[in-house]
Structure formats: structure tokens, C-alpha cells
């Protein structure tokens, strides 16, 4: 008789990348993917903790499973990721209805782990097991594939849980990295995304200059890659290398995600971050300098421990300046266990919703403009599927910029490289033609 998994996927693009593993190993013990999970004999929560928000939302969901357990104790119910490593055993004791807790680093032994399950248990430890992961994934995307270059983070920035339920930085042998992209497109991937917490800093216990812009164009050299992106960039970090892998590569995206999180040097000094506003501004300009079609991203932070108005002014001052296609901004969540946890002068969250708000307003206005700039251009587009209108498709520019086109009679499929002449801009998205 098939058994069935489902996975309930939270988090970062690393978390999808782990999810992809955890698939693999379930369908290599037998089980069947299902979207439903009352209808899996086996349910993974893979979970993320960056934020308060994230961490109620899947509390949220661990408590929706336990009327699936009442209804049929024979599912196991796992919960691993990030979350998992945070709160570990606490979740046992709190939810009855959860199974198994797995750590950050036991992707690889899932496998092992379930095949000898037995009883309720928590695997949690962080420092023991810093080899990398191999083996099966199941991907989810018939032509891109997530590739982890490194696991684990040693930056530290005040605010962030990230180093404690990661763990210290490890960087993939370069070699086991080609052999995963090769093997990629022999299945036919051709879009590749090399992922890590701080890919600048791959490579540095190898003691290797410049190994993160090496393995990019080597990468980039594999015949078969049609597409190479990476995240995530330290603004600290990123060095002339990468930015003249990216000038000269033949498939590396001309998008730069380089989080900037605060316009303020107080506040950038109390985040640890370890660079100045000037020192990213020059950054930036450099890059324009280099890769003039740059597509150029960030995160942002609002209201950060004692973040004054001032400080605020400086962070819209920086994102007027520098005109970013596009920006992910958060309101400062406290994590407990972070230094800036234990600042004063917490900003109230009035406070931090009304300057969010003030940092959307003037940042939805530079996307419609960086956007608007796309009208009247041919961009070359990656099919990803039909929007909800079946009629109209969506995709993506080596930029990273989502397109929609309407079909008009074709027949596409995932991963097509389509021809796109954009025609209008909105603020998250351009609109435009197929050509041919
Ligand atoms: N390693 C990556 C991603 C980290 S998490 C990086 O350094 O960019 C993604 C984003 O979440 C961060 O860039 C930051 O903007 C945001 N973030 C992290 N911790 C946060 C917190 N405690 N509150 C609000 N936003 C946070
Ligand atoms: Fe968190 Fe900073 Fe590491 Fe990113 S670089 S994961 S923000 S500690
Ligand atoms: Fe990613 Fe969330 Fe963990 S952002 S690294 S899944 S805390």
C-alpha cells in the first residue's frame, strides 16, 4: 500500500532547498507526495523563526495538526527547521500532537532518523555534525534548482537568530558543487541559484582568495547553465571579484540583492552589520560603473532598538538616493537570545508600523520608476506558469523582474525562454507581448 508525505514548507529560500532534501529521502523510504495533509501517513513542518510573525503563524499551523492526529494517530508528525532548532524540546512538551523534532543539521540523516523511528524524540544538536549535505532532492521547479554552497552564518548582526539555529559558517566542497549543477542539467535544469546565508564569504576556511567569484564563473563555464543567480550578498562583503564575475560572466543575473537594513551609521554600527552608509553607496556606484543594467535589491529594517527619526530620515535619505528596483522591509522583531533583544529604548510598535508605511509609500514609487524604464525593451523570459487568468503567463528576467504576457493561441511550458516586448509598468510587476 503507497504511503504518503506532505511538507509544509516556511521560511527562507534555504528552508525550500532543505525541503527539497527532505523530499528526496521520503520518496527513497516510499512515500508519495500529497498536497492535502489530512490525506499523509507522514507531515513535515519545516519551519523558520527570522521573525514573530513567522514563528505564530506556524504555532498557528503545529496547533491546526492536532485534530489530524486525533482523527488518525497512526500520522507522524515532524517539525524541523529553523523554529525547531529554537525552541527544540519545548515543542514536545507543548504540542502533543508533534512527533519528531529535527535540527538544522540533521537534513541529511532524516532519512536514517525516520526509517528507525520509534518514539517521540528531539535531534537538536547543532555542533556535532558539520558535514555537508548530499544525496536526493526532489525539486520543485522542472528548470531551476536551488544549490547550498554554504550552511550556517558567523555574522552576528545584533537582531538576527539566524548564527544560533544555523550554526557556524561551512562551505560545500567546490567540486561536490559542480557535480550537483552538472547533474542539474543533465536532468534538465537550467536556471541554478547558489544559496548561502553570506556567499561572499564561501569558501574563506579554505583559505582560497576570491573563492565565492570563482566558483560564480565556474559555474557560469558549465555548457548547460543558462542562468546563474545567487543570494544572499553582504554589503560588507561582496568584493570587485564578484562584481567583474557578474560584469563578465555569460549567464550570471545582472541582480544585486545587497540588504542594507538602516541609511543610519549609528544604527548600522549597533546592528553589527560592519559598513557605512558611504561604504555602501560606493559599493553601489561601483556596481552601476560595472554592470550598467544592474537590478539592484534590499532588505530594510525599521525601527531597530533606538532608531530615532533621525535615523529613520537617514535610512529613506539612502533609498531615495540609490533608487532600488525593489526592497523587502520588516519591522524589527525581537528575538530573544539576540543582543539587540536587550537594547533600551524598544521602539513602540505605532511607531514602527507608521515609518514602515513612510518606507513602502516612497519605495513603491522607485519600483513603478525603475519598472517604467523597462517599457519599450525586449527582455528574454523564463516561463514559470499560467497566472490565475489562464490566459495570461508569468515569468522571470535574468534580472529577476516578474513579467506577464497573454498567451494569444501558444502553447507554453515551464522553463520556455520567451521573447517579451514590456508594454506597461506596475509597481511589483511589468506587462507586455511575446514576440513570435
Ligand atoms: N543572510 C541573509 C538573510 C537573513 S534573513 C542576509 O543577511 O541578508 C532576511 C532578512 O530578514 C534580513 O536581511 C533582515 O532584513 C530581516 N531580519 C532578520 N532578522 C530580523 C528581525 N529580528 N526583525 C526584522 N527583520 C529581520
Ligand atoms: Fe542574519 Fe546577518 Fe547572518 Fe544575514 S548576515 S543571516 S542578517 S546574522
Ligand atoms: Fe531561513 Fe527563517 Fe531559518 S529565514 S535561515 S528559515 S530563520
Not at 552576528?156 to 548564527?163: A, M, N, R, S
Not at 543575473?253 to 549609528?266: A, D, I, Y
Not at 535610512?315 to 525581537?334: H, N, P, R
Not at 495570461?392 to 497573454?406: A, H
Request: with cysteine.
Amino acid at each position: 500500500m503507497s504511503k504518503f508525505y506532505s511538507l509544509l514548507n516556511y521560511g527562507c529560500q534555504m528552508n525550500e532547498s532543505d525541503g527539497e532534501h527532505y523530499s528526496g529521502q521520503l520518496q527513497e523510504l516510499g512515500y508519495q507526495y500529497v498536497a492535502d495533509f489530512h490525506k499523509a501517513d507522514f507531515i513535515l513542518v519545516n519551519t523558520c523563526c527570522v521573525r514573530e510573525s513567522a514563528e505564530k503563524r506556524i504555532a498557528g499551523k503545529i496547533g491546526e495538526l492536532k485534530a489530524v492526529k486525533v482523527a488518525n494517530p497512526q500520522v507522524i508528525i515532524a517539525v524541523a527547521g529553523c523554529m525547531a532548532q529554537k525552541e527544540g524540546d519545548k515543542l514536545l512538551q507543548k504540542y502533543p500532537q508533534i512527533d519528531l523534532v529535527l535540527g538544522t543539521s540533521y537534513v541529511d540523516d532524516f532519512k536514517n532518523i525516520l526509517a528507525n523511528y520509534r518514539r517521540r524524540a528531539a535531534f537538536l544538536d547543532l555542533t556535532v555534525r558539520p558535514k555537508e549535505f548530499e544525496g536526493t532532492k526532489v525539486r520543485k521547479s522542472s528548470f531551476h534548482a536551488w544549490i547550498p554552497i554554504m550552511y550556517g552564518c558567523n555574522n552576528f548582526c545584533t537582531y538576527c537568530i539566524v548564527p544560533y539555529v544555523r550554526g557556524r559558517e561551512r562551505s560545500r566542497k567546490k567540486e561536490n558543487i559542480l557535480a550537483e549543477v552538472r547533474q542539474g542539467v543533465s536532468q534538465g535544469y537550467k536556471e541554478f541559484t547558489l544559496l548561502g546565508q553570506n556567499v561572499d564569504s564561501y569558501g574563506k576556511e579554505f583559505g582560497v582568495p576570491d573563492a565565492f567569484a570563482d566558483l560564480l564563473l565556474a559555474v557560469d563555464a558549465i555548457p548547460g547553465v543558462e542562468r546563474l543567480h545567487y543570494m544572499t550578498s553582504h554589503p560588507r562583503d561582496i568584493s570587485d571579484a564578484v562584481i567583474g564575475a557578474v560584469a563578465k560572466g555569460r549567464h550570471i543575473s545582472e541582480h544585486f540583492h545587497l540588504p542594507v537594513q538602516s541609511g543610519s551609521n549609528e544604527i548600522l554600527r549597533r546592528m553589527n552589520r560592519g559598513y557605512t552608509r558611504e561604504h555602501y553607496l560606493e559599493l553601489i556606484r561601483k556596481i552601476r560603473l560595472a554592470v550598467p543594467q544592474a537590478v539592484i535589491t534590499t532588505d530594510i529594517i525599521v525601527g531597530f532598538p533606538g532608531e530615532t527619526e533621525e535615523d529613520f530620515q537617514g535610512t529613506l535619505d539612502l533609498v531615495q538616493e540609490v533608487g532600488f528596483d525593489s526592497a523587502f522591509t520588516f519591522i524589527y522583531s525581537k528575538r530573544s537570545g539576540t543582543p539587540a533583544a536587550k537594547m533600551e529604548n524598544q521602539i513602540p510598535l505605532d511607531v514602527k508600523k507608521q515609518r514602515l508605511q513612510r518606507l513602502m509609500d516612497l519605495e513603491n514609487i522607485n519600483s513603478l520608476a525603475c519598472n517604467e524604464k523597462m517599457v519599450g525593451r525586449e527582455y528574454s523570459v523564463f516561463a514559470e506558469g499560467p497566472t490565475k487568468n489562464r490566459d495570461i503567463w508569468s515569468g522571470r528576467t535574468s534580472g529577476n523582474k516578474l513579467v506577464l504576457w497573454p498567451v494569444e493561441g501558444r502553447a507554453y511550458k515551464q522553463g520556455d525562454e520567451v521573447q517579451v516586448l514590456v508594454e506597461k509598468a506596475q509597481t511589483w510587476l511589468v506587462k507586455g507581448r511575446a514576440k513570435q
